[in-house]
């Protein structure tokens, strides 16, 4: 009996931790919903915005001086640029996220921070277009301002005349008030910023119903890597993500209405989903994934007497979001699969390469090193976003369960069964399942846009969730005294992972070889200058990859991407003479004029590359006789050269051949 009693007793002590264990990590992660999400109604504070507002300008005064001191390559320029970014962030950030602050305080904060982090980026080049997706916009909105009519050809981004809208709103905003492009342009940015950030709250206030939930949903949302940098550039995306959240706003804020207020809010999701459809094709992709799913999990779920009309509704939408964009593919001829394709199949079978192949070794990701702290930074930041997204995750699925049952995993059991309330909670929750994959596609260089494209829309439904977590988990978590100050240093780390994860390096430093922005300089602006102003404009220029783009803007030529059909400017440039092969293929080509960049023989390409971005990973610089061997060929003349960059006329091969 003693033994029965005694294995009996050893066998409960086995157990008890068992069930410990599953009750602590049930509780952890489980659908519980405490606390409230929103304080009793509040008046905004008007002390704090003032407060608020002298401590930002203090910050960009910072931000500024770091950019002044990057310049001259002093060594403070860190602690001055990201002094300027703390304080930005950290002080907005804690007001945002307090539970008593009121919901006009909170959106007008968010308001500000967002302009403030897009003066942080324009201030990186404020008299000019500093990133290279930028200058591709602006050739185009020059070309449409020069030509006055619409789709001429770009060969750097052949795809971008065929979706217009964001030059034809630029040059519109020219053509009205007479500001030169770049301060058109400049204005746009503004307004889509602002525009998003509110779209973006209104649209998850009318889904989670706290304004609380919203605002946090929103911070979150700003640690997205493409937030700080990518998404503000004068670019199609840009104004993509704008019009995509507005759609998404206006659709759930009228989820309730019937009859005609139905009809004029349908009117009015049409009307931008056409805009989307000429603006950018993942936005317009991405608008169709949503309200394909959204339509899809209408007609799952258990409805109300309201089902018919809500999933017609949703339906239409749906058939809309899909139709009109390949209806623009059709019409315009857009070769999408091709320009698309091999991307996104070079990405996947990378990632599965990555996860399925032997073990990985350490790949060139295409942005360059950064600073250990910076490093240091974003892994936590990630690592929050996942704490966050696992702690958030089923109690974001339970506030749409229906009413009355949210202890316990009854709200799961419930949405499991099909019953619940709001199928855009539901998929919004689903869509955080993209973050991991982003993450995976970001870590092979040939995922890495995808994952970085990802981002953008992935962190709608990452906001949320973590936004859930926030003020359902963590709080309660919290010990008291930090309860209401951590969850937003929380959040602080997480926005500031998300500007030092930007392809960019955030202070503008010197000259950096084959860098995309911090290769943008004066000394390749000046030789672009020169080749319109002593050759006219048109001519035929082939060169490296950013000289092409600075002749393209600045110069107004004609640049080639290919010497002739096979033969690429890399086996041109790199070879250490120029055989058989080069030469014909030169000599029979069309090309006026070769540019030599000697700065490429000082420094590996910091991308990899200095052609193009297929190319193969070069660790090594050009060589100087790699480059100056046009001085001895018969036909080809010297006819610049100011220390650095070199043009030759080969126009004289073309008459010898």
């Known amino acids: 009996m003693r033994l029965m009693m005694s294995a009996h007793f050893t ?64 060594d403070v320029a860190p602690l001055f640029f990201w002094s300027g970014v703390v304080l930005l962030i950290v002080p907005t950030s804690l007001r945002i996220a307090w539970p008593t602050t009121a919901r006009g305080e909170r959106l007008f904060l968010l308001f500000l921070l967002t302009e403030a982090l897009l003066y942080c980026k324009i201030v990186y080049s404020p008299t000019s277009f500093g990133g290279y997706d930028e200058v591709l916009h602006w050739i185009a909105a ?57 779209a973006l709250f209104l649209f998850l206030e009318s889904i989670a119903g706290s304004p609380r939930i919203s605002a946090i949903a929103c911070l979150a949302y700003m640690g997205c890597p493409t937030f700080f940098l990518f998404d503000s550039m004068f670019s199609y995306e840009s104004l993509g993500i704008v019009l995509c959240v507005l759609t998404f706003a206006v659709e759930a804020a009228s989820k309730d209405l019937v009859g005609r207020p139905r009809l004029k809010s349908l009117g009015l999701i049409a009307l931008l989903l056409a805009s989307l459809a000429v603006t950018h094709h993942l936005s317009a992709a991405f608008a169709a994934i949503y309200f394909g799913a959204l339509a899809a999990l ?57 996860i399925l192949g032997p073990a990985p070794r350490l790949e060139h990701l295409g942005v360059p ?32 369960a229906p009413g009355g049952t949210r202890s316990g995993w009854h709200p799961i059991q419930d949405i499991l069964k099909r019953r619940w309330h709001d199928s855009r909670i539901i998929l ?21 846009e995808i ?46 992972g998300g500007v030092m994860s930007s392809s960019l390096s955030p202070i503008h430093g010197r000259y950096k070889v084959a860098a995309d922005q911090e290769s943008i300089e004066p000394m390749g602006i000046e030789t672009a200058r020169w080749t319109k102003e002593w050759l ?15 002749l393209a803007g600045y110069g107004r030529q004609d640049v080639r991407v290919a010497i002739v059909q096979g033969i690429d400017p890399a086996r041109l440039f790199e070879a250490e003479t120029l055989g058989p092969d080069e030469f014909w293929a030169l000599a029979r080509s069309d090309i006026d004029f070769l540019l030599i960049d000697l700065r490429l023989t000082t420094a590996p390409p910091v991308l990899g590359f200095y052609f193009q971005p297929w190319q193969a990973r070069r660790t090594t610089p050009l060589s100087g006789a790699a480059l100056l061997k046009f001085n001895d060929v018969k036909g080809v003349a010297r006819i610049y050269d100011n220390g650095w960059i070199v043009i030759y006329d080969v126009r004289g091969l073309h008459e010898n051949s």
């Open 11 to 74: 066998a409960g002590a086995r157990i008890n931790p068992l069930r410990a264990g599953i009750g602590f990590v049930s509780a952890v992660i489980g659908p519980d919903l405490r606390g409230s999400a929103d304080a009793p109604l509040q008046r905004a504070n008007c002390g704090w915005i003032a407060v608020l507002c002298l401590t930002i300008a203090a910050a960009l005064l910072l931000v500024v001086a770091g950019h002044a001191a990057g310049r001259r390559d002093y």
């Open 142 to 198: 020059q070309d449409l301002i020069t030509a006055r009519r619409l789709f001429l050809s770009n060969p750097l981004l052949p795809i971008g005349p065929t979706y217009p809208a964001l030059e034809i709103l630029a040059t519109a905003i020219v053509d009205l008030t007479g500001l030169p492009l770049f301060a058109a342009a400049t204005l746009v940015l503004i307004i889509l910023k602002g525009t998003f950030i509110g």
């Open 369 to 400: 090193d950064k600073a250990l702290y910076m490093r240091l930074t974003t892994l936590l930041a990630l690592l929050l976003v996942a704490l966050g997204l696992a702690t958030g995750f089923f109690r974001s699925l339970a506030m749409a």
């Open 298 to 354: 209408e007609a799952w779920r258990r409805h109300d007497p309201l089902r018919i009309k809500t999933s017609t509704a949703v339906g239409l939408a749906a058939i809309l979001a899909i139709a009109l964009p390949s209806l623009w593919v059709q019409a315009r001829g857009i070769p999408l699969t091709g320009y698309l394709g091999p991307v996104i199949e070079s990405g996947f079978d990378a990632l599965l390469r990555k």
């Open 451 to 496: 994952g970085n494209r990802m981002g953008t829309f992935v962190f709608i439904g990452v906001g949320l969730v973590v936004a859930v977590s926030v003020v359902h988990f963590w709080e309660g978590r919290t010990p008291r005294r930090l309860r209401r100050v951590a969850p937003a240093v929380a959040l602080t780390v997480i926005v500031l």
């Open 536 to 550: 006219g404009a048109g001519n035929r220029f082939t060169t490296d990859r950013i000289n092409r783009l600075l």
């Open 428 to 448: 919004l929750t689903l869509l955080a399942f993209g973050f991991p994959v982003s993450v995976g596609f970001r870590l092979t260089s040939a995922g890495w």
